[in-house]
């Protein structure tokens, strides 16, 4: 039974940091292309930053040099570092894992509940 659990969301100053943690059970994240996904009452799922099995990552525009995804296999858990938040990064942050075709199209098997992220 594969299961993400995300956390690290909050309220915030513009300009701050925050950092989610995404930790995953009963699937090799290694093995797994995952990423972080956003959502805003109202409007679509947004790809926010994505990071593949050979640890290539990617970045939607928006948040290019203020965001970092990263991941640690040993302990099946995702990051997403973010830095200069900006009031439009308010959202629900959401992680996804599965193969690299399904987490890109944004139908993953595989997502987490979500996590609020409020910049004010």
């Known amino acids: 039974h594969v299961q993400l659990v995300e956390s690290g969301g909050g309220s915030v100053q513009a300009g701050g940091s925050l950092r989610l943690s995404c930790t995953g059970s009963?699937?090799?994240?290694?093995?797994?292309?995952v990423a972080w996904f956003r959502q805003t009452p109202g409007y679509e799922r947004e790809g926010v930053a994505a990071?593949?099995?050979?640890?290539?990552?990617a970045y939607t525009d928006s948040v290019k040099g203020r965001f970092t995804i990263s991941k640690d296999n040993a302990r099946k858990t995702l990051y997403l570092e973010m830095n200069m938040l900006k009031p439009e990064d308010t959202a629900m942050y959401y992680c996804a894992a599965d193969q690299c075709q399904r987490v890109a199209s944004g139908t993953s098997r595989y997502w987490g509940q979500g996590t609020q992220v409020t910049v004010s």
């Open positions: 990071i593949r099995r050979d640890d290539l990552t």
């Open positions: 009963g699937f090799t994240l290694s093995a797994n292309h």
